[in-house]
């Protein structure tokens, strides 16, 4: 009987806290289960407890907005046994061969299949066999209306190779644009939160536009801290930051070493929100130290990185983690918990021969490493009139860029 009310204690106290824990933040919805971005996907993501779940925005030559994980079809689709002939390189996307979405028409997508294969088939782990060709794609449109439709806190839009699609005739800017205000996710009355993510600083700097919408920087390098200067520059455009797994916990032939606290730290100082990711299932994954737990590595960037949110192909497994009195994400001197892994305990136990030399430290972020990505140039063309009032840099007296959307352009 007491362990009984000790239980029942547990839950109403990480109850209490269910409103500040980290945020789930789907990858692809759930693609661990289903293959990315597809509608299946999308629905076991929502039915897993995610909070936020996200869509990156693809364009097809004729200029229809959807929802793929990659903008290379070759990744997660049946596209090379219909479109060998579009396989071609470019490099200002990848530096190998694909048949990208900007070489098809939308109909031409939809004959296509997904097909789930998982980042880890080479060693003969793949993911649910059963549904490799499940589910359908959907566009940004059908893809607002389902979340809106849903109960979730709100939803990720990220955008990728903004530069290069423009350069195409494709804007994917306005494309994302005109179908959040056409789904009134710009509207004070919308409850859903909304986050913008790219790599790109001045397709951030545009949706400063819309003070609803939290503007989220991808860092896809491996940093071990931050300059205050280069936090002063992310603030210009974003209030969030997405890292990379291994610039938050440093892992060295599987045995985690430490953690970065002083980076999230810093950043946090910074008022900007840090989400960790991409986590995945798979035990080869892992670190040795999580004992092949995922729930492990949740602990740990929750509980010892600090993590504003996690972004992970299974949220089924992060909310698994949330509702269970042990994550006791508000309380850390309660018993029963799921502990975060220790840095160096297992290093301390293993062969030398066992453990390969460590590599470099990672570089801290400074401002050149932000800005280094160019600028959209614009042609004379009178279509793109709109992109250069919207992306490019105009003097303020302050000396620094200002980018902004026409919001004239989002009613056509």
Known sequence: ????????????????????????????GASGVFSDSTDLAY?????????????????????????????????STTAATTFLEKMTTVNEIQNK???????????EIQTLKPNLVGPFAD?????????????????????????????????????????????RSLDVVDAVSKALVKSGYDKETCKQR??????????????????????????????????KPSVDEILEFANAVKLRRSSAARVNGFFLEGFTNSLV???????????????????????????????????????????????TEFPATAASYFRSPCSNYERKDLPFTINPAEPGGLLQLADRNSVPPAPPPAP??????????????????????????RLGPKETPTGKPEYNINMASLDD
């Open 194 to 227: 909304v986050l913008i993510q790219s790599e790109d600083a001045p397709v951030l700097a545009a949706f400063k536009t819309f003070p609803k919408f939290q503007r989220v920087l991808t860092i896809e390098f491996d940093i071990s801290d931050a300059s």
């Open 97 to 107: 061969s694909g048949i990208f979405s900007f070489d098809l028409l939308w109909s």
């Open 43 to 75: 629905q076991q993501a929502v039915k897993d407890g995610a909070d936020i779940i996200d869509c990156w925005v693809r364009m097809s030559k004729d200029g229809v907005a959807f929802c793929l994980g990659s903008t290379d079809l070759n990744s």
């Open 123 to 167: 060693a003969r782990l793949e993911r649910n066999p059963a549904a490799k060709n499940a589910g359908k794609f959907m566009t940004l449109a059908e893809f607002l209306d389902f979340a809106k439709a849903s109960n979730i806190t709100g939803i990720l839009i990220g955008i990728e190779h903004a530069t290069y699609l423009i350069a």
């Open 265 to 311: 730290d810093r950043l946090h100082a910074g008022n900007l929100h840090v989400y960790v990711g991409v986590l995945k299932n798979e035990f080869m994954n892992l670190a040795f130290d999580y004992w092949a737990d995922p729930l492990v590595e949740i602990a740990t960037d929750t509980l010892s990185v600090g993590a504003d949110g996690i972004v």
């Open 364 to 389: 801290v972020l400074e401002p050149q490493d932000i800005l280094q990505q160019q600028l959209p140039v614009c042609p004379n063309d009178p279509m793109f009139r709109t992109f250069r009032c």
């Open 1 to 28: 009987m007491h362990l009984f009310f000790l239980l029942l204690k547990l839950e109403l106290l990480q109850g209490g806290g269910e409103n500040t824990r980290p945020l789930i933040i789907t990858h692809n």
